[in-house]
Every structure is written in structure tokens, then in C-alpha cells.
């Protein structure tokens, strides 16, 4: 694990737990080498009525052409928030490369929650998302995002047909394994998935804290990595990924200014 190298591609906030600063702290904790790329400086998080979002796309592009001349590797890559559609078209190129030579790419599809997109993210994103699913080995949207990315109304709740109809229309972009976070299925809160590894589709419940924290899909995400890495499979992955978010907002679910996230580097030691 110590020699895996890791890059993680999404933005980094001054003001906030999400995205980098949430993701970076729980990989390095779990011990891998990580290296990042900023996708844009983010003032603080998008839960304030007001933000900044400076545009990195000219570094995304020098960065990536430069460590391709010095003939930097990475065993994986994840993807997650990218704010133009020129930037995103150099990360998926470069993403798509470096999957013909085997490394692993997560993405994570930031776009919306809740029914609706981000404050600050075009309808354009959409498409251009779908563009990275094309070499995605792992695919991590939440409902919403993936109803988004498959044209499929958003309702309240789903049936079980209905959300494996859901898991494999993402599949059909090109995701290998897909997680889906967020869904309700047939009242319960669930996450749904597929694993390319094993061929199986799976179903996990889990009891929802009704308190909002920016950035705990980022944490999901970074502890799923974390653990498929490692050689558990994708199932186990996303039960410890589950687990390891619902105690962070247990923990936290009392703090007073929630839009900041979690304050993660306090509780590495419980994931």
C-alpha cells in the first residue's frame, strides 16, 4: 500500500472540509503516496451564500504535460469536481491514456444532490462528465448525479428494478463497477451498486442522521478507494466506506456551523 501512487484530481476549498482537503488527510492516513492536481481554488464551501471559484484550467494543462515528460506514473487516479469543459476534455484525455496502460480511475461525477445541480456548475457538465465515464474502473455518483448523467427522471424513491435499471444505464456510459449513493429504495435508504469483479449487483441499507455536511461523498469516496486499493472487494469496499461516514457525522452532527464539513484529521483514528 505504502508505494501505491494515487492522484486525486478535484478542487481545493480555503474555507472548508471538502473535495482535497477532505479526500488527502483519509488516504494518507490509510498510507498511501498521494499526489494532487487542483482543479479550481474554491473560496469556501458552496453551502455559503457566497463563494469563489478561481479556474486552474491553464495549471491542470501545464501539470499534466509536464509530468508526462518527466514520466511521472500513477497506479490510480480519481476524478471529481472539474469546472470547464475545456479542463475537463485534458482530464479525460489524460485519463483515458493512462487507463490503456492499466491504472485505475475512480470517478466521482460532483454535480448536484438533492434533486438539483451545484450552485455554480452549467448544464454542460453534464455531458462532459459522461465523457470520463467512458474509462472509469469505478464510477461513484450519488442518485441524483446519476440520474442526471443517464437522463432518467429523479423521483422521491425507486423500486429494486428500478435501481438496478439505474446502476447498469451508468454502466452503459462505460463505467466498469458502479456505486450509487443516496437512493431510496422502496422507502429505505440504500446505496446500490455493481461489481465487474465479482458480476454481482448488491443492495445495502443503512440508517440516515438527518444532518447536511458538505463533503462526505468526497470522504466516501476517498475510504472506498482506500479500501479497493487494498484488494477488498468493491462490496466489503462500500460497507466500510458507509460505515466510516455515518460515524464521522455521528461525531459531528452537533457541531454548530455544519457548512464548514467535518473536521476529519480529529477522527482518522475511528475509520
Same mark, same amino acid.
Given at each position: 500500500?505504502?508505494?501505491?501512487?494515487?492522484?486525486?484530481?478535484? @478542487?481545493?476549498?480555503?474555507?472548508?472540509?471538502?473535495?482535497?482537503?477532505?479526500?488527502?488527510?483519509?488516504?494518507?492516513?490509510?498510507? %498511501?503516496?498521494?499526489?494532487?492536481?487542483?482543479?479550481?481554488?474554491?473560496?469556501?464551501?458552496?453551502?455559503?451564500?457566497?463563494?469563489?471559484?478561481?479556474?486552474?484550467?491553464?495549471? /491542470?494543462? !501545464?501539470?499534466?504535460?509536464?509530468?508526462?515528460?518527466?514520466?511521472?506514473?500513477?497506479?490510480?487516479?480519481?476524478?471529481?469536481?472539474?469546472?470547464?469543459?475545456?479542463?475537463?476534455?485534458?482530464?479525460?484525455?489524460?485519463?483515458?491514456?493512462?487507463?490503456?496502460?492499466?491504472?485505475?480511475?475512480?470517478? $466521482?461525477?460532483?454535480?448536484? $444532490?438533492?434533486?438539483?445541480?451545484?450552485?455554480?456548475? *452549467?448544464?454542460?457538465?453534464?455531458?462532459?462528465?459522461?465523457?470520463?465515464?467512458?474509462?472509469? @474502473?469505478?464510477? /461513484?455518483?450519488? %442518485?441524483?448525479?446519476?440520474?442526471?448523467?443517464?437522463?432518467?427522471?429523479?423521483?422521491?424513491? =425507486?423500486? *429494486?428494478?428500478?435501481?438496478?435499471?439505474?446502476?447498469?444505464?451508468?454502466?452503459?456510459?462505460?463505467?466498469?463497477?458502479?456505486?450509487?449513493?443516496?437512493?431510496? /429504495?422502496?422507502?429505505?435508504?440504500?446505496?446500490?451498486?455493481? $461489481?465487474?469483479?465479482?458480476?454481482?449487483?448488491?443492495? =445495502? *441499507?443503512?440508517?440516515?442522521?438527518? /444532518?447536511?455536511?458538505?463533503?462526505?461523498?468526497?470522504?466516501?469516496?476517498?475510504?472506498? =478507494?482506500?479500501?479497493?486499493?487494498?484488494?477488498?472487494?468493491?462490496?466489503?469496499?462500500?460497507?466500510?466506506?458507509?460505515?466510516?461516514? %455515518?460515524?464521522?457525522?455521528?461525531?459531528?452532527?452537533?457541531?454548530? @456551523?455544519?457548512?464548514?464539513?467535518?473536521?476529519?484529521? !480529529?477522527?482518522?483514528?475511528?475509520?
Amino acid at each position: 500500500m505504502k508505494n501505491t501512487q494515487l492522484l486525486l484530481i478535484n @478542487d481545493m476549498c480555503g474555507y472548508g472540509k471538502v473535495a482535497l482537503s477532505a479526500m488527502l488527510p483519509v488516504l494518507s492516513h490509510m498510507g %498511501y503516496r498521494i499526489h494532487n492536481l487542483p482543479t479550481a481554488l474554491v473560496s469556501d464551501t458552496l453551502n455559503y451564500p457566497k463563494f469563489y471559484i478561481h479556474d486552474t484550467t491553464e495549471y /491542470v494543462r !501545464q501539470s499534466l504535460a509536464i509530468w508526462e515528460e518527466l514520466g511521472f506514473e500513477f497506479d490510480a487516479i480519481s476524478t471529481g469536481f472539474i469546472v470547464t469543459e475545456e479542463e475537463t476534455r485534458i482530464i479525460s484525455d489524460f485519463c483515458h491514456r493512462r487507463a490503456q496502460k492499466g491504472t485505475k480511475v475512480f470517478v $466521482d461525477p460532483i454535480m448536484g $444532490d438533492n434533486g438539483k445541480l451545484y450552485a455554480g456548475v *452549467p448544464e454542460s457538465t453534464i455531458g462532459l462528465m459522461r465523457s470520463l465515464l467512458e474509462c472509469a @474502473d469505478y464510477a /461513484v455518483p450519488n %442518485y441524483t448525479e446519476a440520474c442526471l448523467l443517464t437522463d432518467t427522471p429523479i423521483a422521491e424513491q =425507486i423500486t *429494486p428494478d428500478e435501481g438496478r435499471a439505474l446502476v447498469d444505464a451508468v454502466r452503459a456510459l462505460g463505467a466498469k463497477s458502479v456505486v450509487i449513493t443516496s437512493a431510496v /429504495v422502496d422507502g429505505a435508504n440504500v446505496v446500490i451498486g455493481y $461489481d465487474h469483479v465479482a458480476g454481482e449487483h448488491f443492495t =445495502i *441499507p443503512f440508517d440516515l442522521i438527518p /444532518v447536511y455536511f458538505p463533503g462526505t461523498g468526497d470522504i466516501f469516496s476517498a475510504i472506498l =478507494i482506500g479500501h479497493i486499493l487494498n484488494g477488498t472487494p468493491l462490496e466489503a469496499s462500500t460497507r466500510r466506506a458507509m460505515d466510516g461516514v %455515518y460515524t464521522l457525522i455521528d461525531h459531528n452532527k452537533d457541531n454548530e @456551523d455544519k457548512n464548514r464539513g467535518i473536521p476529519v484529521e !480529529q477522527f482518522l483514528s475511528l475509520l
